[in-house]
């Protein structure tokens, strides 16, 4: 399935091959399951035949989109065998009469949905092909749930999540009022099948039914708490995952911890659940194991680590001295957590651990002094510009661009030469844009060609929008060098695209920096 956009280009395609009477086929085979294609389909070609008032409707498909809710009625009533999509967008119709019948039909289209889809199927394809209400309703849930925003949308869902649930007969009421539900051969989903539906659900690729199928499982008390656990650990949507830790701290409120669940926790990707796995190891009476978990690349996991280990008596502060002076434990995640406790007296460690040879680590220093407040001398932060660790360069970056205007521009410019790695080059750059003036100009000038992308964009969109005659006029460079540079930069830019005008804003340079 492709984004949005495509699958909606798709169900306009179709509805415009449908308009034109091509040889083509139906279009629940044209569009698949994607909903944006289904409803991008609804849409146009209402508005195409709206437009078109005295063509002729040849396809049913497209007397069930009609703009005239009299045509839609009609074609519902006329059609033995509507494609369910389209039925259940017509279940949110704006025209009272229309979506009454749509409901009667969709409750009768599904009462024997498996023979008609294997027919249908068998006479397009030309082979058998295997169906039954499951598919039906796995394939129409990410439907249902984007027409639920809707005015009349939410009555397919609320019975949607009424059969997933046990509750009730999906449509019953409005098929044979009255009739008890045993009585339907379809109604009888048993809670296997429930569970299957709402398993491949909470797998599939759509977010809403992701959602929607994880609250119907827990509502319903699908899973015990290991599995919620596991489901929350490996879950790559972090609204769900919360969903699904949610349950499982419930879960153990209530009945106890459970180390199983505990340890599926801990094990997750998104700091959220690790951290509630964390702040778990208490209840489980495990809270020694906290120190494995102060160095948590994550700030929420390392937060949590830190108050289980004083629920249990602990000093974080000096469980982090002690993690630093050990050199096989020291890592950039460790660093930072003993900025986030320590105070003034921790500034020395700080200072030395610029000079580890893990680039991780000297980022993480030279953040945790700019947190405490402790200045760095403006000869070390220019030296770390050369550092081979990206992230430590940008980090002196930042602390040195309040002073740019004071920086020796010759040096700067020095730095962002090809002989230098891009993250060099990069943190040179900004500063002089910083700094502003003609320095800027030639350093930007001079990186028209870097081979960075980002530099490279970034260098253009500074040249593009440059104000050359306020530049010749303030006398920052003399005018036979400031032709030279309007003569490279033209020649990479082009005339069109630079702005010669002195009407360019200071804002334009202030949103780069």
Do not use: K
């Not at 809403?208 to 656990?229: I, M, N, Q």
């Not at 801990?266 to 978990?293: C, D, I, K, N, W």
């Not at 005659?469 to 069109?496: I, V």
């Amino acid at each position: 399935m492709g984004s949005t956009a495509e699958e909606a280009a798709r169900g306009r395609n179709a509805a415009g091959r449908l308009l034109r009477a091509d040889a083509v086929p139906a279009p629940w085979q044209l569009l698949g399951n994607s909903p944006e294609a289904w409803i991008a389909f609804d849409r146009e070609t209402r508005r195409v035949q709206r437009f078109s008032p005295g063509a002729p409707v040849r396809r049913l498909e497209a007397r069930l989109c009609h703009p005239d809710g009299r045509v839609r009625a009609a074609a519902l009533a006329a059609w033995r065998n509507p494609p369910l999509q389209l039925v259940v967008i017509r279940c949110a119709d704006w025209v009272p009469q229309v979506r009454e019948r749509a409901r009667r039909v969709l409750g009768r289209a599904l009462a024997d949905h498996p023979a008609r889809t294997r027919d249908r199927a068998r006479r397009v394809l030309g082979r058998p092909v295997a169906g039954d209400l499951a598919d039906a309703l796995t394939a129409l849930t990410p439907l249902v749930l984007r027409l639920a925003g809707r005015e009349h949308g939410g009555w397919a869902a609320e019975q949607l999540e009424a059969a997933l649930s046990g509750r009730y007969s999906l449509l019953a009421a409005w098929w044979r009022p009255g009739q008890p539900a045993t009585t339907w051969s379809w109604n009888s989903l048993t809670p296997q099948q429930r569970a299957g539906i709402l398993d491949r659900l909470g797998h599939g690729t759509d977010l809403r039914s992701r959602r929607f199928a994880a609250r119907v499982a827990l509502a319903t008390g699908h899973h015990c708490v290991r599995e919620r656990a596991r489901r929350a650990a490996a879950e790559p949507d972090p609204v769900t995952a919360r969903m699904w830790t949610d349950a499982v701290l419930a879960a153990m409120a209530a009945d106890g911890p459970d180390d199983g669940a505990v340890d599926a926790l801990l094990g997750s990707r998104f700091p959220a659940v690790r951290a509630a796995g964390v702040t778990a190891l208490r209840g489980a009476g495990r809270a020694a194991e906290a120190h494995r978990y102060l160095a948590d690349r994550a700030g929420t996991v390392r937060a949590c680590a830190r108050w289980l280990l004083r629920q249990d008596g602990g000093d974080p502060y000096a469980a982090y001295r002690a993690l630093l002076a050990d050199p096989q434990r020291v890592t950039g995640p460790a660093v930072t957590g003993f900025a986030e406790t320590a105070g003034s007296d921790g500034v020395p460690l700080l200072r030395t651990l610029l000079e580890h040879p893990e680039g991780a680590v000297r980022a993480a220093a030279l953040t945790g002094l700019r947190r405490l407040g402790a200045r760095v001398e403006v000869p070390v932060l220019l030296t770390l510009l050369e550092d081979r660790s990206a992230s430590t360069a940008r980090e002196a970056t930042r602390q040195l661009l309040p002073s740019a205007e004071r920086l020796d521009t010759a040096g700067l410019a020095a730095l962002t030469g090809p002989q230098w790695p891009p993250h060099t080059r990069r943190a040179a750059f900004r500063l002089l844009q910083g700094r502003g003036g003609s320095a800027e100009l030639r350093a930007a000038v001079a990186l028209l060609t870097d081979p960075d992308p980002g530099t490279r964009r970034r260098a253009r969109d500074g040249v593009a929008t440059w104000n050359w005659l306020s530049t010749l006029h303030e006398g920052e460079a003399e005018r036979a060098e400031l032709g030279g540079l309007l003569a490279r930069a033209a020649r990479h830019l082009g005339a069109r695209e630079l702005r010669l005008s002195p009407a360019r804003g200071a804002a334009d340079r202030d949103a780069r920096r």
